[in-house]
């Protein structure tokens, strides 16, 4: 198999590098060479979207990336959102609204969220499930999650609009 | 703070803190050992073949290869698995002579990564003779159908014919009979954490020690040590803290704890396995697709005098224990909500190449009520009665319980008409009617279906063997099993903190919430000041054959040990205090987190004082009394008893109620079904946690959903899984997610410390019903009744257009 080559790139906001084969898909770096296993693996076909993670700001399945794809990239895991010990509004919403079960889908979740909010600061329920039809959960029917996204999303365009950044934070497209 | 304390509260849960910010712990995230080796599991391409050698040479030479193991060493080294059947299946964890099911392991590499493993694994060779493959049970059953196991000449694994009280009376004294045959397609739960295994074993010790999400029950244990000739006390199984999801489904891992340890038995390194997406479809675990034929004999006016069924359940290629539990789980509430007396089942369990079968959500109720309520429609539309008056009149009264059903079912408790009412009054059942005919008359095809069903949980062992010949079971030899048990630890350490230790596997369901709940109750303390620990040991924990988190148990037996240490606890403390203040204890109360005096006088004793000085000075301890704050509870039912020679078993030991009701309207020209209401009222006795019981109701309605509309392992009839990836597979998304109106009537279980019943199942075992009956009634002006699941698009469509082809323009 080729030589291990050096992935340097940007996670929750630290400079981090390692070194891997080329084939090693991004989702297994993250778990086994950063020990952020916070992002998980459900389908590794990019159906799932457990391994949901942030790529300059989007949305990206982490099991359809090669590590070496992300050189250079700045990453986002769920391990990001909190900040100073205090859960992201987002955070604390699946917690209030009972978003979350066995948590297994739930980092890949979060970011699909996070994203969608970013696209579309006020969206209706009808587009908060068209956007998170992209992960699947099986503990919780849903209902949880989209309540949750309903109530964060307000929360966040104020956090926006009153220029308070911080992990996750809508960025803008790549940069 | 009330009697009740924290008992009903939406208390926010313990473990979302971890599992937002990625710190959960699955059995993929830390490795409890150093220097793990990975596996790649070959799986059999075929659905049905010999297998006449291994050429290993290629795979062993490749780089990071630590070994293979095959069939042929499984062969050597196994005992096959015990089944619940007295035919001679020998079901090993890997194929040893042939292969009956695409996706059957049967070798397995190891090396130093996944990827080498897996390059490897391309690289065995394993040379098959290809047989015919058979998949539909009725075929299989046919004198020319390709036989999968030799030993037992045929391909039926087991068959019963049960009979409570005079069916042929019952049937000969009728006004109507109706008929029907029905089937329920093979779908799984599909959790999106899949099946992981480490194992590790000490040579020198003779200890194998296997972690893995495996959910129990705990009979697996002494199963697997059988299998791989190991004492039970020198295989430890241990489940990590966090499970993502299971539904039943991950019961069925076990053959991977025996092959896995095999692995790391045979090529002497630690060895990790976690199963991938595409092997989860392929030969994981799900529930039995069935045939059906059910038969109701009634009286004109409505009353059922009794049932026939008539099952053929599909196990796939072997029938792996609990099987078959797709038929006799439910053997207690076979009967359902309904008064009827006289029932026939005629249950045969049927080998064909599929993949295995086992536990998924609702464990054969989902099965059971799509046919029971399918036909109490067919029933009322018969007789001319609506369907809510045909339920009505056949409903065990509020007055019955304790209910003994004719198959030795208790049902502990439950108003089964008020439950049903309130459904009926939350839906809006005459408005809806209204509607509906409104629609009709604009050409618009709209239905309205109910559901009623028994929600049976914590199942009692002893019906397992149900599956056996009463005559087989009366041999002096033959041991009668029974029980459904769980423990549970509560111990103050010496600065008064509270710890619970458990030895559950929960998957989701907030057990350390509900526990800090129970225990803040009893001890009076907030429930932030209770630790509590769930990591299932069984060289640690106080368990049994029953232990585990399945069969909906926890919310009713484990719940029930929780309190019982509490009070243990509690009443040492009183006993305590009441040496220290030279008081009679009977004078004493144990209330805010202290020991006081009933008249409110005098001195108080608070947990953390009483726990100072018991810990730090023993001699302050009374006389006779045992020194540490500890106390371990194990709560196991009465009522679970071995079946008895009529048949008779209580198969549950708590049993909780639902009434479902919705409306639908079908497309004609897409089939697509759109769910325009939908009410589920349970009850499930006292709610410990309206946040979490709400939370399994939605999961769990979805999961039928997906069953009903979507969701199916399909096989072509060479045997190969057409649905092996998800976007095959369809698994319900947020869009396809119905709103649901929740309601609960409580009746507090009699058997239970707390009045609680489990909850789990829930509503997956009444959608298929109730989304069938409603699209039934929808497309009624074109005469179609709904008799096969899932009810995809396509499958709607031909049904609609043969219905409009046959009918004048």
Redesign the interface.
């Known amino acids: ?1 080729s030589e291990p080559v050096a992935v340097r790139l940007t996670v929750n906001g630290m400079p981090r590098e390692g070194r891997c ?1 080329p ?2 898909l991004l989702v297994d770096f993250l ?1 086994e060479d950063l020990a ?10 990019g ?2 979207g ?1 391994c949901t993670i942030l790529v300059g700001g989007e949305a990206a399945r982490a099991c359809l990336m090669l590590a070496v794809q992300a050189d250079g990239a700045e990453i986002t ?3 990001g ?2 900040t100073d010990g205090v ?1 992201h509004p987002l ?1 604390e919403a ?3 609204h ?1 978003g ?8 890949g979740m ?1 970011l699909t969220a996070l994203d969608l909010l970013r696209v579309k600061p006020e969206p209706t329920e ?1 587009e ?3 956007g ?2 992209a992960v ?11 309540k949750a996204v309903q109530a964060a999303a307000p929360v966040l365009r104020q956090r926006a609009s009153g220029g308070e950044g911080g992990m996750g934070s809508p960025r803008g497209p790549r940069g | 703070m009330s009697a009740s304390g924290w008992i009903g509260k939406p208390v ?2 313990v ?10 712990n ?1 059995i ?3 490795p409890p050992v150093a220097n793990l080796c990975h596996a790649a599991i070959v799986r059999s391409p075929h659905a049905h073949a010999r297998i006449l050698g291994y050429d290993l040479a290629a795979a062993r030479a490749m ?1 990071g290869v630590i070994g293979v193991i095959t069939g042929a060493d499984v062969a050597a080294a196994c005992r096959p698995f015990g089944v619940g059947v007295t035919t001679p299946v020998h079901y090993y964890p890997a194929a040893t002579d042939k292969a009956r099911f695409v996706g059957e392991p049967v070798a397995v590499v190891v090396a130093r990564d996944r ?2 493993a897996e ?1 490897a694994a391309e690289a065995v060779v394993v040379e098959y003779e290809p047989l015919p493959a058979v998949v539909d049970p009725e075929k299989a059953l046919e004198p020319d159908a390709p036989v999968l196991h030799e030993k037992v000449g045929s391909n039926l694994a087991g068959h019963r014919r049960l009979v409570y009280g005079d069916p042929d009376g019952a049937f000969a004294a009728a006004d109507v009979v109706v008929r029907e045959r029905f089937r329920f397609p093979k779908y799984g ?6 099946y992981g295994v480490i194992a590790r074993w000490d040579a020198l010790d003779g200890v194998l020690t296997v972690w893995s999400n495996f959910m129990g029950p705990f009979i697996m244990h002494p199963l697997v040590a059988r299998v791989l000739g190991l004492p039970e006390n020198r295989l430890r199984f241990i489940v990590p803290p ?4 299971s ?1 039943g489904i991950k019961s069925s891992i076990y053959p991977y704890l025996a092959l896995i340890g095999l692995a790391a038995m045979k090529l002497g390194v630690p060895v990790k396995w ?1 199963e ?3 092997e989860h479809l392929l030969a994981s675990s799900s529930g039995t697709d069935r045939i059906a034929w059910r038969e109701v004999a009634a009286r004109e006016d409505g009353t059922i005098l009794g049932m026939r069924f008539k099952w053929l359940d599909n196990v796939g290629g072997y029938i792996r224990s609990p099987e078959p539990g797709c038929s006799f789980r439910p053997t207690g509430n076979f009967v359902g909500p309904y008064r009827f007396q006289h029932l026939e089942v005629d249950a045969s369990v049927v080998m064909t190449n599929k993949s295995l079968t086992g536990p998924n959500r609702g464990y054969a109720c989902g099965h059971l009520y799509f046919e029971t309520e399918r036909m109490m429609d067919l029933l009322a539309a018969r007789l001319g009665l609506d369907p809510v008056e045909v339920r009505r009149r056949n409903l065990i009264g509020v007055e019955s319980f304790p209910y003994r059903t004719p198959t030795g079912g208790l049902y502990d408790s439950g108003d089964y008409a008020r439950t049903f009412q309130t459904a009926l009054e939350v839906a809006k059942y005459d408005e809806l009617r209204r509607d509906q005919a409104a629609a009709r008359a604009a050409g618009r095809y709209v239905g309205i279906g109910l559901a009623l069903a028994v929600d049976p949980s914590v199942s009692n062992m002893g019906y397992v063997a149900t599956a056996l010949d009463p005559q087989f079971r009366a041999k002096p030899e033959y041991l009668p099993k029974s029980g459904a048990v769980d423990s549970a630890t509560v111990k103050i350490d010496p600065l008064g903190r509270v710890i619970a230790i458990l030895g559950t596997t929960p ?4 057990h350390q919430t509900i526990v800090s709940q129970i225990v803040a109750t009893e001890l009076g303390v907030e429930p932030a000041d209770v630790t509590v620990v769930d990591e299932m040991d069984t060289f640690t924990r106080v368990w049994s054959i029953s232990s585990g988190t399945y069969s909906s148990r926890f919310g009713s037996v484990g719940t029930s040990a929780v309190a019982l240490a509490a009070r243990k606890l509690k009443a040492k403390l009183v006993a305590y205090a009441a040496h220290l203040m030279n008081a009679p204890a009977e004078t004493l109360e144990f209330r805010d987190g202290g020991v006081h005096r009933k008249t409110g006088t005098g001195a108080a004793y608070s947990i953390k004082d009483l726990a100072g000085r018991a810990h730090w000075n023993t001699e302050s301890l009374p006389d006779g009394m045992e020194p540490g704050l500890a106390a371990t509870a194990v709560f196991g039912f009465t009522g679970a008893r071995a079946v008895d020679a009529e048949d008779r078993v209580n198969s549950s030991n708590t049993y909780g109620f639902i009434a479902e009701v919705m409306a639908v309207e079908v497309d004609p020209a897409t089939a697509a079904v759109t769910i325009l209401k939908y009410v589920t009222v349970h009850d499930a006795g006292t709610i410990i946690n309206p ?2 019981v ?2 399994q ?7 039928g959903l997906g069953g009903a509309l979507y969701e199916e392992l399909a096989y072509d009839d060479d045997g190969q899984l057409l649905t092996g ?3 095959d597979y369809l ?1 319900p ?3 396809e ?1 119905p709103e ?1 109106e929740i309601a609960h009537v409580v009746s507090p279980s009699p058997l239970t410390t707390l009045g609680s019943k489990g909850l789990g199942e829930s509503s997956s075992m009444t959608v298929p019903a109730v989304i069938a009956n409603a699209v039934s009634d929808a497309l009624r002006p074109l005469g179609i009744g709904i008799t096969e699941l899932p009810m995809t698009p396509s499958r709607l469509h031909a049904l609609i257009q043969t219905a409009r082809a046959g009918q004048p323009a």
Do not use: N, W
């Open positions: 198999m084969a084939r090693k778990r952020l296993t916070g992002t998980h693996v459900g389908c590794e076909h159906i799932c457990a895991t769920v391990e959102l909190m859960l955070q699946f917690r209030r009972h979350l079960q066995c948590g297994f889908c739930t980092p979060l009808a908060i499930r068209e998170l039809s699947l959960c099986r503990c919780t029917g849903y209902h949880g999650i989209v | 926010p849960r473990e979302d803190g971890r599992l937002l910010t990625g710190r959960g699955f993929d995230d830390h780089d990827y080498l390059d739960s599909t959790p999106i954490e899949t966090d499970i993502g999801g539904f976690i991938d997406r595409r998957q989701g369901q907030g946040m979490i709400e939370g109701i939605y999961g769990g309605a979805l999961h990836t998800f976007m698994v998304t947020a869009s997610a649901i």
